[in-house]
C-alpha cells in the first residue's frame, strides 16, 4: 500500500519487473493468462517465476471468458485472485459459475462496458471487487488500452456500492495518477502501460515515479 492506496502492477512477464514492483510497495502482482495479449504469460513460464515472488505480495491471474477448466488451471497454480475480462453481454449463469469455482472474495469482475451501460446490481454479490477499465469498441481487445476512462463513472459506482472494492484502471501514469485518485475517490488503483517502456516490459524509473506521484499527493 502505498500513502493509503492498494496497488497492482499488471502485465508482468518477467521476474526482475515482479520484483520491481514489489519494491515500490505494490499490493498486488498481475500475470495475464490471456494468449492474446502481448503481455501474456504462459503457465510454465508462471511456474517457474512464481517459487522466486516476494512473500505477501498477492498474486493475480488475468483471464478473458475463461472456460471452467482454464479457471481450475488458475486457480491450481496459486494465483490469490482471479480477474475476469468478460462482455457485459455474457449470460449471468456464466457469472455465477465462476463465482461458485472461484468463490467471490477470490474473484475479480472486470466488465467490459459500453459508456451507457452501468454494473447491473445481479452482479454485484458474485464478486469481491470490480475494476473498471477503459470501454474500447474492438470487440477482440480487453482493457491495456493505454487511454483514461470514465474516471465520473468509476466515482459513482464506487459511491453506490460501497460494499464492494472498486479497482481504477485505464492508461494510469505516474503523470496522472495523483489527480485520477482526488478525482475517483479511488483507494485501489490497477497500472499497466503507464509504467512501460513497450508492452510487458516495466520501466523500473517510471514504477518509482508513481509510487513517489501517490505518496506526495
Keep these: 500500500m502505498i500513502n493509503g492506496i492498494q496497488v497492482?502492477?499488471?502485465?508482468?512477464?518477467?521476474?526482475?519487473?515482479?520484483?520491481?514492483?514489489?519494491?515500490?510497495?505494490?499490493?498486488?502482482?498481475?500475470?495475464?493468462?490471456?494468449?492474446?495479449?502481448?503481455?501474456?504469460?504462459?503457465?510454465?513460464?508462471f511456474g517457474a517465476i512464481a517459487p522466486k515472488l516476494p512473500m505477501g505480495r498477492k498474486k493475480v491471474g488475468v483471464m478473458v471468458e475463461p472456460a471452467m477448466p482454464d479457471l481450475r488451471q488458475a486457480?491450481?497454480?496459486?494465483?490469490d485472485r482471479v480477474q475476469i475480462h468478460f462482455r457485459h453481454t455474457t449470460p449471468l449463469s456464466r457469472l455465477r459459475e465462476w463465482s461458485g469455482a472461484l468463490g467471490a472474495k477470490n474473484l475479480w469482475l472486470a466488465p467490459k462496458l459500453p459508456p451507457e451501460i452501468d454494473v447491473p446490481p445481479e452482479w454485484?454479490?458474485?464478486?469481491?471487487?470490480?475494476?473498471?477499465?477503459?470501454?474500447?469498441?474492438?470487440?477482440?481487445?480487453?482493457?491495456?488500452?493505454?487511454k483514461t476512462g470514465d474516471w465520473q463513472k468509476f466515482a459513482r459506482h464506487r459511491a453506490a456500492n460501497p460494499g464492494n472494492l472498486w479497482i481504477l484502471a485505464g492508461g494510469?501514469?505516474?503523470?496522472?495518477?495523483a489527480g485520477a485518485v482526488d478525482e475517483t475517490g479511488a483507494r485501489f488503483v490497477d497500472v499497466n502501460s503507464g509504467v512501460e517502456t513497450a508492452p510487458g516490459i516495466k520501466d523500473h524509473e517510471k514504477?518509482?515515479?508513481l509510487a513517489r506521484a501517490l505518496r506526495q499527493r
Aim: charged share 15%; glycine share 10%; hydrophobic share 45%.
Design 207 to 209: 514504477l518509482q515515479h
Design 8 to 45: 497492482k502492477i499488471c502485465g508482468l512477464t518477467s521476474l526482475t519487473d515482479a520484483l520491481a514492483a514489489d519494491k515500490i510497495g505494490a499490493d498486488y502482482l498481475g500475470f495475464i493468462l490471456w494468449p492474446d495479449s502481448p503481455r501474456y504469460v504462459a503457465p510454465e513460464s
Design 172 to 177: 494510469l501514469s505516474p503523470e496522472n495518477i
Design 75 to 79: 486457480k491450481a497454480a496459486g494465483f
Design 124 to 146: 454485484l454479490p458474485l464478486a469481491d471487487a470490480f475494476l473498471l477499465d477503459t470501454f474500447n469498441a474492438t470487440p477482440a481487445q480487453y482493457g491495456g488500452t493505454g
